[in-house]
């Protein structure tokens, strides 16, 4: 493994309105994990249901999961209090990835948050291009990515949904939505 003064922190982007943005970043996590690297996974939307990646995620000892909100905001009844989570957790998530412990850090779904304007996209983008780590890789999913932050982005992939199960009926399955 590249020593950290030896490496390129890349920040990639996955967002769209296809599945599987989320997936590729818990790829990333294993693939991280087993090169022996330190990785945080921080989820803004996902409350405290447990999840397969979750579970896996356990047996390692390099990889610190924080499932931080609270459900699927989109049916919120209560926008202020999503906006206070929300921010409570932008501010976790600044101090971990400032605390220098981790080479990986995933927000997972923090682009939702830009898209509710909740999180602005303009302050993403200045704290990754003027605090975070160098050598620190970085992945933000979710919809709706910030314009701000898909210039600032390494990578940047767009789902596209052609077609989904969800539309015949068929609802999250366990080991693949969850």
């Known amino acids: 493994m590249k020593t950290r003064d030896r490496r390129q922190g890349v920040v990639l982007v996955h967002t769209g309105e296809g599945k599987g943005k989320s997936s590729s970043a818990f790829g990333m996590v294993f693939r991280a994990a087993g090169w022996g690297m330190k990785v945080c996974v921080i989820q803004f939307i996902k409350g405290q249901w447990q999840t397969g990646e979750q579970r896996a995620a356990e047996r390692f000892d390099n990889i610190e999961w924080h499932a931080l909100g609270d459900g699927f905001t989109w049916d919120t009844k ?65 919809r709706n990515a910030a314009p701000e932050v898909i210039a600032v982005a390494n990578t940047v992939t767009e789902m596209t949904r052609i077609k989904h199960a969800y539309e015949t009926g068929i609802k999250a399955e366990q080991g693949v939505e969850f």
């Open 78 to 142: 209560n926008p202020e209090q999503d906006i206070k989570t929300s921010r409570d957790i932008w501010e976790f998530a600044k101090q971990k990835i400032l605390s220098e412990e981790f080479d990986l850090v995933i927000l997972d779904e923090i682009n939702y948050c830009c898209g509710y304007g909740w999180i602005g996209g303009p302050e993403i983008a200045d704290f990754i291009k003027n605090q975070k780590p160098a050598w620190l890789h970085l992945v933000l999913t979710g």
